[in-house]
């Protein structure tokens, strides 16, 4: 099966706003340009389509499905008490024991992307015995893990792969979701120019 990992849309936030699990909507206009071109580097049919149940993931997936699979084990990663605080206001102290370890340590109330990773993984198994073009809208986070999980890397290395808004991770598995190492393609030719 091969299964489309894609990064909803630039959302209508400021980028100085940690927005993790909050729920977001989409910048109107980045969507219609990005969907557009994004749409013509997928396949016109999926046999599944999954969604992370926050819009800015919903609203992608219900223009390739009317009735996509909502998973919350598709979401970003959960910053708890930082959601929606600007980045320059959090407290360093804290800011500094996460970013010295943001696999292990979570922020204040928060998930770490262990956890994340462990929901991506849980996720995964759940693809088991799926066939044909499957389509899965979610987060940078998301397929970052994804993609450490694909090719055995550690998670701390999995940020090198940048993933603009609207990029696309494609993975060739098999039924016992063992991926075609050849067939691992990062389609990424957005920039964030709105």
């Known amino acids: ?74 979401m970003e990663l959960n910053f708890g008490e930082w959601e929606m605080k600007p980045w320059n ?9 996460w970013m010295n370890d943001f696999v292990s340590n979570a922020p204040p109330k928060g998930e770490s992307y262990q956890m994340l990773a462990k929901r991506t993984e849980t996720f995964l198994q759940k693809l088991q015995n799926t066939e044909g073009n499957v389509l899965v809208c979610t987060h940078a986070g998301i397929m970052r893990a994804v993609f450490a999980w694909v090719l055995g890397l550690p998670l701390a290395n999995s940020f090198r792969l940048r993933l603009s808004y609207a990029s696309c991770l494609l993975i060739d598995l098999d039924k016992k979701l063992r991926a075609d190492y050849s067939s691992v393609l990062a389609i990424n030719n957005f920039e964030d120019f709105f």
């Open 89 to 97: 206001s959090l407290e360093p102290t804290q800011m500094q024991v």
């Open 1 to 74: 099966m091969k299964v489309y990992f894609v990064r909803h849309t630039k959302p209508h936030v400021e980028t100085t706003i940690c927005y993790g699990q909050s729920d977001v909507p989409v910048c109107p206009l980045a969507f219609e340009t990005q969907y557009k071109v994004l749409s013509g580097y997928l396949p016109k049919q999926f046999s599944k389509v999954f969604s992370s149940p926050l819009q800015r993931c919903q609203v992608l997936a219900q223009k390739f499905s009317e009735n996509p699979t909502l998973d919350k084990n598709l």
